[in-house]
């Protein structure tokens, strides 16, 4: 079902095809800029659209000329109640009651599909979040990256795009090195040894099962054998393992990943060769040294020549190393080959990392545009870091992991759908408190349980209604609706083109605020019933009334429902 404001655009879309017929303005005018929008004062009119002053130009009219031409053909719709010329050359729009209570109908019959957009439909994107490296369970400053990776996965999902959610598992490098040794220690621990982490091991308990299983698994024939023997099977073991730790850490919060790429994988493949040949063939690769860091000069610093990766021209500050003097990979090298083989199936690339990789956004993205000749943009959306506390005071440090706070321990005493939603109340690049106290008190100030609130209440009406005897099988007559009602429904109408939005600029959180907006109406329209028995959503003696009250609340909490799904938040049925 066409949406209010798709409907409307469309409409506008119709006059210029008359306009253009008629010779009134040139055919072909571009009008991707034209914009269909509530205006930003409700007393201006429920709808508002820029096509004068976006065409005007290129028209070689005046905009308010213009737009006095539009404005007489808007006129003569059966559903506009009027349309004026506003300043320049704005066009503001009032629409009739009865367009508002067939938005409701519509809200009501689209139901679970309200809001889904086509904007989408035949790209690919590929979300690449998390990738933590595997070499501890998840804790909280991963939290926030994989909700806001999977919302906006599944956002772009309701907006018809082809969605992969992918995972880079680090499995490479020193890190995973220093992993297995770590494990062959706890190894040799479940055999009876007495074991020391040395500085720089992992410490973490979560260990303990894999050196056991390790030990299970191969006895004592790793004991005192050279590390050559070992190295590899354990890294590859440990890595498994933790992984599938992670899997389980993750799937506590609702996220399952449709691809797990891996470093090592992506070097064995020759990918990193063939990336950097495609980029040498583009005369982008070149031997040569690097500017000296700005600020003193280290007293050991000399200049070395390393292949690099002409960064510069693609607007980095520098260019950039892609193999070190002894022609071993950088992780740029790797990280930029890795990137190639996911646009190989992708029509755009969004990445979510961590704040502290701000300062490599520059390098990959000109990297991809090389790679790709512009034609697979990449996004890096980067997540702030979230501080703990319980009461205003920092949470202690998780036993089990030995230096922080596992995702599983947060999740296990506030709920899936607290973390999800709280992560996705402030914009991704804004720090964050988590406040155990806070997330879960019943309180205005607490925007999960605000929303969720509202959503409860509207499930009230219908077992409250039931008790007090209504039939809430006769269709609800929304005539019986005044436009405080309406009201409510102007703002519900705005959640499809909020979606498309929130879906262009990639920022999930768009849909937690605009439900709060929308809870917030809800709960001050419910309210008002304190104060005036006559405006309760529940009047036993007016069943006709209170069926399109109930209809108005239904509309309410299929949104919610809506804009939760999208957050992968169940809607609650109650609250106690």
């Not at 309200?114 to 690919?124: A, V």
């Not at 890795?338 to 755009?348: G, I, L, T, V």
Request: charged share 25%; with cysteine.
């Amino acid at each position: 079902m066409p949406t209010l404001y798709a409907s409307f655009a469309a409409r506008i879309g119709a006059i210029l095809d008359e306009l253009a017929a008629t010779g009134a303005i040139p055919a072909g005018l571009d009008r991707r800029n034209v914009a269909v929008e509530p205006p930003r004062d409700a007393a201006h009119g429920d709808l508002a659209t820029n096509a004068a002053m976006v065409l005007a130009k290129p028209a070689g009219m005046n905009p308010r000329a213009l737009a006095e031409l539009i404005v007489p053909k808007l006129a003569e719709l059966p559903e506009i109640a009027s349309a004026e010329v506003a300043g320049p050359g704005f066009i503001n729009v009032r629409l009739t009651e009865q367009s508002w209570r067939d938005e409701l109908a519509g809200i009501l019959s689209a139901a679970g599909d309200y809001g889904r957009s086509q904007l989408g439909t035949g790209k690919r994107v590929n979300v690449e979040y998390v990738s933590a490296n595997p070499t501890g369970p998840m804790h909280m400053g991963h939290c926030r990256g994989a909700v806001v990776g999977d919302a906006l996965a599944a956002l772009l999902e309701y907006a018809g795009y082809q969605v992969t959610r992918e995972y880079y598992v680090n499995d490479a490098g020193a890190q995973v090195q220093t992993l297995a040794r770590s494990a062959h220690l706890r190894y040799r621990e479940a055999l009876g040894e007495t074991i020391e982490i040395p500085e720089g091991f992992y410490p973490g308990d979560y260990l303990i099962p894999i050196g056991q299983k390790l030990a299970a698994d191969y006895g004592s024939r790793y004991v005192g054998a050279p590390e050559s023997e070992w190295l590899d099977l354990f890294r590859e073991q440990t890595v498994a393992q933790m992984m599938d730790l992670i899997r389980a850490d993750l799937a506590l919060l609702g996220i399952h990943h449709d691809l797990f790429a891996s470093e090592a994988a992506v070097q064995k493949a020759g990918r990193v060769d063939a990336a950097l040949e495609r980029l040498t063939a583009k005369g982008l690769v070149y031997k040569g040294t690097l500017e000296p860091p700005k600020g003193e000069l280290p007293d050991d610093w000399e200049p070395t020549e390393m292949t690099l990766f002409k960064a510069t021209e693609f607007g980095d500050d520098s260019d950039r190393p892609v193999r070190k003097s002894d022609g071993g990979l950088t992780y740029f090298g790797t990280d930029l080959a890795y990137h190639a083989q996911k646009a190989e199936s992708a029509d755009m690339l969004i990445d979510i990392w961590g704040a502290d990789h701000a300062g490599t956004v520059k390098r990959i993205k000109a990297a991809v545009q090389a790679l790709t000749g512009g034609k697979v943009p990449l996004d890096v959306k980067l997540v702030q870091m979230v501080r703990l506390l319980r009461g205003g005071e920092p949470v202690k440090m998780s036993k089990r992991s030995g230096s922080f706070v596992t995702l599983a321990d947060v999740v296990r005493e506030v709920g899936k759908d607290v973390v999800r939603f709280t992560m996705l109340t402030r914009k991704a690049d804004a720090q964050m408190d988590f406040d155990f106290a806070k997330v879960v008190e019943a309180s205005k100030d607490n925007p999960v349980f605000y929303v969720q609130y509202a959503h409860a209440r509207g499930r009230s009406l219908h077992r409250r209604a039931g008790e007090a005897g209504i039939d809430l099988a006769p269709p609800a007559d929304l005539s019986l609706l005044d436009g405080e009602e309406l009201a409510l429904v102007k703002l519900a109408a705005q959640f499809p083109r909020i979606v498309e939005s929130a879906a262009v600029a990639h920022e999930p959180h768009r849909i937690a605020f605009y439900l709060y907006d929308l809870a917030a109406m809800f709960h001050a329209l419910w309210n008002r019933g304190n104060d005036d028995p006559a405006r309760r959503f529940l009047l036993a003696d007016k069943p006709e009334i209170t069926r399109a009250r109930l209809a108005l609340s239904d509309a309410i909490g299929q949104i919610i429902r809506n804009g939760l799904g999208v957050m992968g938040v169940a809607a609650a049925e109650e609250l106690q």
